[in-house]
């Protein structure tokens, strides 16, 4: 491990000599990166250092094994870990969720958030989902006392195998003293966000086979009810697109949702720079530099930030989340589909926007003319239980649907405008820009195919579709 470090330390001075821009320097250890892990390259004093782990474990029953033993990823960091309470099922999980926790000098806000995450999901969605804390601070007294709390309030949860605490030993951080002190930063704020940047990655790379997705959370965060079917909605509705990070959260490293195959990479990425800037602002370069230009928020906010002093130094922190709604159920299922229409597109607000729930996200189109639709044909024959589609904003309540009608369709072909229903029924009319039809599947005798939206008179204005919402009957299948 020490070698590793060593390592670092070269890059880090290759660094200083350099003139190149920090962005040209992230991309190039981000190649290193990538054919490091590509080839699965380890250190031989690593190699050695493991074995020897293997060969004579340390003094201690909390001392289980190193965690490359539990992962099949040749690029994750070896760390031989403190089982504190509970431990890995070999079942893997649809979701693990991820907090690092520390000693606050005011206030400790953990096991409520232990709680929120539990209380907040049904018995079905407890199944689906681990809770690991990884308790990132090295008062061995304070993290015992801790444990001993959390084993009495969440016992049930440590035998079910649906939370577990770790720890990851002080002799492998690197050195936290002498740091770059970038953006200016005292020098105790530099070592509290280059600390907490090797938590968080010695703790993405604990959780990497675990599960097939994974969220991080803030060890003082509030959840909204079944937020796990909602998280589940969001992810089918992404079918087919490319993705690094969801967010559902406007805050810190809260709500940020990841495939666990790219944790590996994640937590070397942390580990490389953890000196140079706060973590939030390490994912943003992270997921642009894996492709995803934009972000990609949700609303409403599935978590919300509780606590009231921050863990740096105690500080007051009363940031809340304006988007955060304690009851997320209604959320849509929108499933998986093909959009298409014919009316004049402005500028990159194409139709796939109003089918999505992304914040800031719509679909707007020049003047319709009588005749003209908007059509979401679905990629399987779906029963659809209820539609609301809200046309205009706040601040552009002109550019609303004036006339229009609703129709479902079925008997799906090919044609040269793409694919099309055969044959269509109306649902109803827009009034003031918006409609809503519940009990579709009562009214129609037949699986929807097509929901498509039919212009019945030209306008002048143009026209924002801001929201499609689509709920199903059925139970819906949840990628892997």
């Known amino acids: 491990m020490r070698v590793m470090w060593k390592s670092v330390d070269k890059m880090r001075c290759f660094r200083k000599r350099s003139m190149f821009p920090f962005l040209g320097f992230l991309i190039t250890f981000l190649l290193f990166f990538n054919l490091y892990m590509d080839g699965g390259y380890v250190l031989e004093a690593e190699k050695r250092q493991l074995g020897e782990t293997l060969m004579h474990p340390p003094n201690t029953d909390r001392y289980v094994h190193t965690f490359r033993d539990l992962s099949n990823f040749s690029g994750t960091i070896n760390v031989t870990y403190r089982y504190l309470a509970g431990i890995p099922l070999p079942?893997?999980?649809?979701?693990?969720?991820?907090?690092?926790?520390?000693?606050?000098?005011?206030?400790?806000?953990?096991?409520?958030?232990?709680?929120?995450?539990?209380?907040?999901?049904?018995?079905?969605?407890?199944?689906?989902?681990?809770?690991?804390?990884?308790?990132?601070?090295?008062?061995?007294?304070?993290?015992?006392?801790?444990?001993?709390?959390?084993?009495?309030?969440?016992?049930?949860?440590?035998?079910?195998?649906r939370l577990l605490v770790i720890q990851a030993p002080e002799e492998y951080y690197p050195s936290l003293d002498g740091l770059k002190r970038n953006y200016n930063d005292p020098e105790d704020r530099v070592r509290f966000r280059s600390k907490q940047n090797v938590d968080y990655a010695f703790l993405l790379n604990f959780c990497t086979n675990l599960s097939h997705f994974y969220m991080m959370l803030e060890d003082d965060v509030r959840c909204s009810r079944n937020f796990l079917t909602a998280l589940k909605k969001v992810i089918t509705s992404r079918e087919g697109s490319y993705w690094v990070m969801l967010e559902f959260s406007k805050l810190g490293y809260i709500g940020k949702l990841y495939h666990s195959r790219d944790l590996p990479r994640l937590a070397h990425f942390l580990l490389m720079f953890y000196q140079e800037m706060p973590c939030d602002w390490l994912l943003i370069h992270f997921r642009g530099l894996l492709a995803q230009k934009d972000v990609i928020r949700f609303k409403p906010s599935l978590f919300q930030h509780m606590g009231y002093y921050s863990s740096y130094k105690g500080a007051e922190n009363k940031l809340k989340d304006d988007d955060f709604e304690e009851d997320s159920i209604d959320i849509p299922d929108n499933p998986p589909a093909s959009l298409y229409t014919n009316i004049n597109v402005f500028e990159n607000y194409d139709a796939t926007k109003a089918y999505s729930s992304i914040v800031d996200e719509y679909f707007w189109g020049k003047p319709p003319c009588?005749?003209?639709?908007?059509?979401?044909?679905?990629?399987?024959?779906?029963?659809?239980?209820?539609?609301?589609?809200?046309?205009?904003?706040?601040?552009?309540?002109?550019?609303?649907?004036?006339?229009?009608?609703?129709?479902?369709?079925?008997?799906?072909?090919?044609?040269?405008?793409?694919?099309?229903?055969?044959?269509?029924?109306?649902?109803?009319?827009?009034?003031?820009?918006?409609?809503?039809?519940?009990?579709?599947?009562?009214?129609?005798?037949?699986?929807?195919?097509?929901?498509?939206?039919?212009?019945?008179?030209?306008?002048?204005?143009?026209?924002?579709?801001?929201?499609?919402?689509?709920?199903?009957?059925?139970?819906m299948t949840f990628l892997k």
């Open 370 to 475: 009588t005749g003209d639709f908007f059509i979401i044909i679905f990629n399987r024959s779906t029963k659809i239980s209820r539609i609301k589609i809200v046309t205009g904003t706040e601040d552009r309540q002109n550019d609303i649907l004036h006339h229009g009608a609703l129709e479902v369709g079925q008997k799906s072909v090919d044609t040269k405008q793409g694919r099309q229903c055969t044959s269509y029924i109306t649902l109803g009319e827009f009034k003031v820009g918006n409609i809503e039809v519940n009990n579709v599947d009562h009214k129609i005798g037949f699986d929807i195919e097509c929901v498509r939206i039919v212009v019945t008179a030209s306008q002048k204005e143009w026209l924002i579709i801001r929201t499609i919402s689509l709920w199903t009957t059925q139970q």
């Open 91 to 161: 079942r893997k999980k649809f979701l693990t969720i991820g907090l690092s926790s520390v000693k606050r000098k005011k206030g400790n806000y953990l096991l409520e958030t232990i709680k929120s995450i539990f209380d907040q999901s049904s018995y079905e969605e407890l199944k689906e989902i681990v809770v690991v804390v990884h308790l990132a601070d090295f008062d061995l007294v304070w993290c015992e006392n801790l444990v001993q709390e959390i084993s009495r309030k969440f016992a049930h949860h440590i035998i079910a195998g």
